[in-house]
């Protein structure tokens, strides 16, 4: 990642090389590094702004077509200037072209969002108004979330209820899309037998005050998830807190302590395990529901811990998936030993 | 309620939980013969859901849960919901078979669970599209499916693939954020969400007349949303690059499978929540007519040009999409005919143009004309696919393709004004087709070096690959030659899903 | 007039805040601007959406026994905002793990460039 740390250091480097300049005599030994960076400065005057790695890897592509394959391509300056600016005119043509048409597919595009939002405003103000007691929307669907949830699904949350009695089927799809989401990082971002790279630890104060914090953050959490009915909260929140929590662990205690205990592969079966449960679970209750069988769970009484039914497990399910795909999110990008 | 009913979420859930399941095989090539298992399972009982419905003459609704329809989920399945599944299933056993060896070879090893498993989730995806009867779980799965088809379209993992990948998940996003933003305001107007209930609601404000701008708005916005998604053709732009630098499977599945999803969803929209009149009041007819026009032509125009031969494969299923926006556009019942019939066709016929490119390029590794010169002599197989497909394009009889031109053209003559445009659009771009398929029939059949007698050497390919390539030769075939059964089908399916025109 | 711009202002910034993210999405090249763009554009429908199911005097629908509250907001709009975010949430990581893949590969996070390094690399094999 050295280009990366150029680059974040660019305007440090800016400032060195204005301040250097004026102490050096011109016959001093040029720096390599610093006449590339004024090179790289004379390209953005004369072009566009790019970034300093893409401009690196231009030049460098720009040598291998000419043969002057050098392997130190990080430090040192390329020696054939006269023939680099012949190839920069020549793209410099295409580019006048192509930022003409660019000019205008942007003049186009502004004005067709100025007309959408126009249009959109319009109809906005044609909507039932903001807080509306007889909006449409208040029809007896939501009626009947209101009123009949807590005996029906034992769920003193209405949203809670909602999500995953009324329209459970949705958020099976919810979890779905987390789950492709997680495989597709894991697919995209992973090398299998990489080493991590080494971190230290996080600092004394992050350390001292994750380590009160982070068991009060976990706690916090699973209470949300398993109150999901009760008050507010559920899965989603719950495993979102539950995550941060693992983020932050594996941030303070460094080295790969967490990433020890949760590899990759167990925090897959995890995900997969409590996704196989909801499956499981949910397809009994549209089973038995649609085709008018009987309904064994107990709903319990509404506003305990065990009440509801499914309601809590299922909380549990979905938390835990949220969690974990947070968690593979953060590990699938830090940095392994390669880069 | 006999065990029938419940196929339709069964084959949803068995194809979504053995997606789930993969992580705990080790073996990436006992995975793709799994996944093909469970997707012949689903194939085989969408087949059984379809004849008993049609025996039966009905339709019916599955109600998700212990709740009924508005306030719980809901599903629906009748002769033409059974009809898709099966075609879709047919498709993705026979894709996977017949790509099985590019698979193995484009995708690394450690990679290759996850690439079916994503697949699998694409598919279970394509069928809740197909099964659903409410707006907001078909965002929820069109939202699936455009998760997995990016990672689908950047599996190979070159540069360009990942490229392409990107320019496509952009337009996703951007599609699916019409489509919400469609849904917040049809559900603001009504309160919801349920097909059928949305149907009556906004009848009601037809019938007082008041709203009419946010209905039009929100159906416009869902049906540009949608088309962007199935790259219709000012939206096209994503399309040949993703489909050109992603593996054959997935190019086939994206291109025949993929696209017609999100048709499907916008086809009931039409006909179950806004219904004739919001269609022809708003001009959403026209609208979709003049895209499909104008796709039909520039999209095979764009096709000329192409140098590659998978990115000239890709603009014409642009155009191909198009002829469903043309007759989805016309208005009628006969439309929608034509609609579901050309879906079903170029289904079957894009996959297996894809396939046969795909063992071409293999064969010759390479994949610009000028190195694809004879590869049919030496990819018999394939060229012979390749051929009938593109020839079935370009509407020569006997082919499916044509048996669908037909069916547009039967529609077109049913309508009034759009009449000519329509015909008129359907000949120039048969031509336009036949201008660029069969230069590329020649090409692939040609010698590599002229006035030389070669000898006949063809490359073997794997028996599984024939068998598949054989079949969609056999369904292009049938196709074409029978399509009556299918039609009358699908008329059926139809006459029960709605009236519309 | 004013007045009902004013009553809609929830609306009004959605709508807005939509268009700003879509210019963003579509129209600056760096990648990860791309991405505040798609962010913006999905919260502004998280925002029309909530604002939705606002009920004057409502309150959270948390149904407790023997209170005397009777007004709730409208639990739907909730549940699909929920949808929303998760899948905002999944695209967005999906589009960073992308971006990752090219800033590897291209050392650069300009759309512009990357095409056209991958045009290049293209013509090259």
């Given at each position: 990642m050295k280009t990366t740390q150029n680059n974040n250091s660019l305007f440090r480097r800016i400032l060195q090389w204005a301040s250097e300049?004026?102490?050096?005599?011109?016959?001093?030994?040029?720096?390599?590094?610093?006449?590339?960076?004024?090179?790289?400065?004379?390209?953005?005057?004369?072009?566009?702004?790019?970034?300093?790695?893409?401009?690196?890897y231009m030049r460098y592509q720009q040598r291998k077509e000419l043969g002057l394959d050098e392997p130190t391509f990080h430090h040192h300056i390329e020696p054939s200037i006269p023939q680099k600016k012949q190839n920069v005119k020549k793209s410099h043509h295409k580019q006048g072209l192509l930022r003409k048409q660019l000019g205008w597919y942007r003049i186009a595009s502004v004005f067709i969002t100025c007309v959408i939002i126009l249009i959109l405003c319009l109809v906005v103000m044609e909507l039932p108004k903001f807080g509306d007691l007889n909006a449409p929307a208040l029809n007896e669907v939501a009626q009947r979330y209101l009123q009949q949830g807590r005996e029906e699904t034992g769920a003193v949350n209405a949203i809670t209820g909602m999500i995953l009695e009324y329209r459970a089927f949705d958020t099976f799809g919810e979890s779905v899309v987390l789950f492709a989401a997680a495989i597709s990082t894991l697919l995209l971002l992973r090398t299998p037998n990489q080493p991590l790279k080494q971190r230290k630890a996080g600092d004394e104060i992050l350390t001292m005050v994750s380590k009160y914090l982070l068991p009060m953050i976990i706690l916090f959490?699973?209470?949300?998830?398993?109150?999901?009915?009760?008050?507010?909260?559920?899965?989603?929140?719950?495993?979102?807190?539950?995550?941060?929590a693992l983020i932050l662990a594996s941030l303070v205690l460094g080295a790969g302590e967490v990433e020890r205990v949760l590899t990759s592969k167990r925090v897959t079966y995890i995900t997969v395990f409590s996704l196989l449960t909801y499956a499981a679970m949910k397809s009994y209750s549209f089973y038995t529901g649609a085709n008018h069988v009987g309904w064994a769970i107990p709903k319990g009484e509404a506003g305990h811990l065990f009440s509801g039914g499914f309601l809590l497990p299922l909380n549990l399910c979905v938390g835990l998936i949220v969690a974990c795909t947070m968690y593979t999110f953060y590990t699938l990008f830090i940095p392994t030993e390669e880069e | 309620m006999g065990l029938v009913y419940n196929i339709p979420l069964f084959s949803i859930l068995l194809v979504v939980v053995s997606g789930v399941c993969i992580p705990l095989f080790r073996n990436g090539r006992h995975v793709i013969r799994f996944i093909q298992i469970v997707q012949c399972m689903v194939g085989v009982g969408s087949l059984f859901l379809m004849v008993e419905l049609s025996t039966l003459n009905e339709s019916f609704t599955y109600q998700l849960g212990h709740v009924p329809a508005p306030w719980g989920n809901e599903l629906r399945a009748g002769p033409l919901e059974g009809l898709f599944a099966f075609v879709f299933s047919l498709v993705m056993v026979l894709t996977f078979s017949g790509s099985r060896e590019d698979l193995i070879a484009d995708i690394k090893p450690h990679r290759l669970g996850n690439y079916c498993l994503l697949m699998q989730l694409l598919y279970g995806a394509l069928l809740a599209m197909i099964y659903t009867d409410d707006l907001f779980t078909a965002y929820v799965f069109v939202e699936v499916a455009a998760v997995t088809a990016c990672v689908v379209v950047s599996a190979k993992e070159s540069g360009r693939s990942i490229v392409s990948a990107i320019r496509y998940l952009m337009f996703n996003c951007l599609g699916s954020g019409l489509f919400l933003l469609g849904i917040a305001i049809l559900y603001a107007l009504t309160g919801h969400l349920l097909f059928s209930s949305l149907q009556q609601a906004v009848e009601q404000y037809l019938l007082s007349g008041s709203s009419k701008l946010p209905l039009i708005v929100s159906a416009l916005l869902m049906t540009l949303g949608l088309s962007i998604k199935s790259a219709q053709f000012p939206f096209h732009a994503w399309l040949p690059d993703a489909h050109a630098s992603a593996t054959t499977t997935s190019s086939a599945i994206l291109s025949g499978l993929l696209l017609k999803g999100y048709l499907i969803i916008l086809m009931k929209l039409m006909v179950r929540v806004f219904g004739p009149f919001v269609m022809v009041s708003s001009y959403l007819c026209d609208l979709l007519l003049l895209l499909g026009l104008a796709g039909m032509l520039f999209a095979s125009v764009a096709a000329l040009r192409q140098e590659e031969v998978k990115r000239m494969i890709a603009y014409s299923s642009s155009a191909q999409i198009s002829y469903i926006f043309l007759s989805l556009g016309l208005g009628s019942q006969l439309g929608l005919l034509a609609a579901c019939f050309q879906i079903i066709v170029h289904a079957l016929t894009k996959s297996m143009i894809f396939l046969g490119a795909g063992a071409m390029i293999n064969g010759v590794h390479g994949h610009y004309w000028g190195q694809l010169r004879g590869a049919?002599?030496?990819?018999?197989?394939?060229?012979?696919?390749?051929?009938?497909?593109?020839?079935?394009?370009?509407g020569i009889p006997l082919l499916a393709g044509f048996s669908s031109k037909y069916c547009i053209a039967l529609a077109a003559l049913d309508s009034d004004w759009q009449m000519a445009p329509a015909l008129f659009g359907l000949a120039a771009s048969s031509v336009l087709n036949a201008m660029y398929y069969i230069p590329a029939i020649l090409v692939i059949w040609g010698r590599t070096k002229p006035n030389q007698e070669e000898e006949w050497n063809p490359i073997s390919i794997g028996w599984e690959q024939k068998l598949a390539l054989g079949f969609l030769l056999f369904c292009n075939l049938y196709l074409g030659m029978r399509f009556g059964l299918v039609r009358n089908l699908i008329e059926q399916g139809i006459n029960l899903l709605g009236s519309f025109g | 007039m004013l007045e009902l711009i004013l009553e809609q202002r929830y609306y009004m910034i959605s709508i807005i805040l939509f268009a700003i993210g879509f210019v963003t999405l579509f129209l600056h090249p760096n990648l990860i601007k791309k991405i505040i763009g798609l962010n913006l554009m999905d919260t502004s429908i998280f925002l029309f959406l909530a604002a939705m199911g606002y009920v004057g005097g409502g309150q959270a629908p948390i149904i407790e026994e023997g209170s005397s509250w009777t007004m709730y907001i409208n639990p739907v709009p909730g549940g699909l905002v929920l949808t929303g975010i998760v899948v905002a949430v999944s695209t967005t990581a999906l589009f960073l793990s992308l971006t990752h893949r090219l800033y590897r590969k291209y050392h650069s996070l300009n759309l512009d460039v990357i095409l056209m390094l991958a045009k290049k690399g293209q013509e090259d094999t």
């Open positions: 300049s004026e102490k050096e005599s011109a016959d001093a030994p040029e720096d390599p590094e610093r006449q590339e960076f004024q090179e790289y400065l004379e390209y953005i005057d004369a072009h566009d702004y790019i970034e300093f790695g893409a401009y690196r959490g699973c209470y949300v998830v398993l109150y999901g009915h009760i008050s507010p909260g559920g899965g989603f929140s719950g495993g979102a807190i539950l995550g941060a | 049919a002599r030496k990819v018999p197989v394939g060229g012979i696919a390749f051929t009938v497909g593109g020839l079935s394009l370009c | -």
